[in-house]
């Protein structure tokens, strides 16, 4: 009976043992289930930059003065002296050529004799005229000679009257034997030296009108649709790189260049004491009417059924989710989005297949550093 009893206690505390043994297994088992880390899986991801707000139309052309004058003498002549060179700046006044003279001012002479001759014979021709009055109020000549006598008092003055323009003509091109500025300005062109036979009307110097400025270029045909007058493009200067200016074109020409078929573009310039006459200067436009389209590449673009998405990482959260685009066309570089996407958005550009709404992903190190800031041409990746 005792050793009965003995049997079953000692059963008893080996039961006990086992169950406890049991029971700190599956304690351990629980704490080791709930310690068990949450998956978070590393992405490779690329910054969406700027917008592309279409095909950029740029073209070269030359600083100008908006109203250039063609300065040539009203009479021809051998030019005698230039007074100025190119570069120069002219007033209102100021003498830039000179032709012979010689020959205008003799004829400024025989004008001077033609109308003195023209007032002896009006004073002559005014003595037989009063003559013939006081004889016709005596009854003593005709009539007929009286009107004779006015007749040819008239026509002497006449006469005088003709002299006296001939002599103004001929002290007019005196005067124009001189070539002078009609405005203030830059001497821009030079046509013609000393020494050279003229005539009149051709231009000899050219000067560039103070005032507005603007840039010439020529653009090809299948261009010419995007520029309209008032169109705002963006100016650029080849000798100051920071220099932008905001353009309006002003003027498009009707016709194309029989030589080059292109179509001459004038744009105004804002006033702005940087911009010299002759500068090089670039034109810089965007087609009209075009949409802008952000680059994503070829790798971030997923579907959820027949619904173009990608996968957008909240830099916040840490977490990926699904976000439907509109895909506008595809380039060389990837996919062009017209829809669905904003500049800094963080997209999965690689294993997309592997995403889950709401699924924690880990960025690279390069990312994280940065706060997301990455260019969207650059990706990075990182070891699981």
Same mark, same amino acid.
């Given at each position: 009976?005792f050793s009965?009893a003995?049997?079953?206690t000692a ?9 406890? %043994?049991? +029971?700190a297994?599956t ?8 310690? $068990?880390?949450?998956i978070?899986?590393?992405v490779?991801?690329?910054?969406v930059?700027?917008?592309?707000i ?7 052309g030359?600083?100008r003065a908006? &109203?250039?004058?063609n300065?040539?003498?009203?009479v ?8 100025v ?7 209102? +006044?100021?003498v ?9 001012q003799?004829?400024?002479r025989r004008?001077?004799a033609?109308?003195? %001759? ?16 006081t004889l ?11 009107e004779q ?9 006449s006469?005088?009257?003709s $002299?006296q ?6 002290r007019?091109?005196?005067?124009y034997?001189d ?12 046509s013609?030296? $000393? ?5 009149a +009307?051709?231009?000899v ?5 103070? +005032? ?8 090809p ?7 309209k007058?008032?169109k705002?493009?963006?100016a650029r200067?080849w000798?100051a ?10 003027e498009?020409?009707g ?15 804002p006033?702005?004491?940087?911009i ?5 200067a670039?034109?810089?436009?965007v087609?009209?009417?075009a949409t802008p &389209? ?9 579907k ?9 990482v909240?830099?916040q ?12 066309d ?7 989005v ?15 297949q ?8 880990k960025?690279?190190?390069t ?9 969207s041409? &650059? ?6």
């Open positions: 009976m009965f003995n049997g079953k059963f008893v505390s080996k039961s006990l043992l086992v169950a406890v %043994a049991l +029971g297994l304690a351990c088992s629980e704490e080791k289930k709930v310690e $068990a880390p949450e978070v899986r590393p490779k991801v690329a910054e930059s700027e917008p592309d279409g095909r950029k139309l740029d073209y070269s030359s600083v908006r &109203t250039e004058m300065l040539g003498f009203r021809a002549g051998k030019m005698t002296e230039r007074l060179d190119i570069g120069q700046r002219v007033k209102p +006044g100021d830039l050529a000179r032709l012979d003279a010689v020959d205008y003799l004829a400024v004008a001077e033609d109308l003195s %001759a023209a007032t002896k014979q009006v004073e002559i021709s005014g003595l037989a005229r009063r003559r013939a009055e016709a109020e005596k009854n003593i000549s005709s009539q007929s000679q009286l006598a006015q007749l040819a008092n008239d026509q002497a003055i006469q005088k009257e $002299a323009s001939a002599l103004d003509q001929a007019n091109q005196v005067a034997t070539l002078k500025a009609t405005q203030t300005g830059i001497v821009t062109t030079v013609a030296d $000393a020494g050279q036979v003229v005539s +009307g051709t231009p110097v050219t000067v560039a009108i103070d +005032g507005e400025k603007e840039v010439q270029v020529a653009v045909e299948m261009d010419i649709g995007n520029f007058p008032g705002t493009v963006k200067f000798s790189t920071d220099l932008v200016l905001d353009g309006k074109v002003r498009v020409a016709s194309a260049d029989p030589q080059s078929r292109t179509f001459a573009v004038r744009v105004s310039l006033e702005d004491g940087r010299l006459l002759g500068m090089t670039n034109i810089a436009a087609e009209d009417n &389209t952000w680059s994503i590449p070829l790798a971030a673009l997923a959820r059924g027949d619904q173009p998405v990608v996968w957008i909240d830099r959260k840490s977490v990926v989710n699904s976000r439907p685009i509109k895909v506008a595809f380039s060389d570089n990837g996919v062009r017209s829809e669905g996407i904003a500049k800094g958005d963080l997209v999965v550009s690689a294993g997309t592997f995403m889950k709404e709401d699924m924690k992903v960025l690279p190190q990312v994280a550093s940065r706060f997301g800031t990455v260019s041409q &650059t990706t990075a990746s990182i070891q699981p």
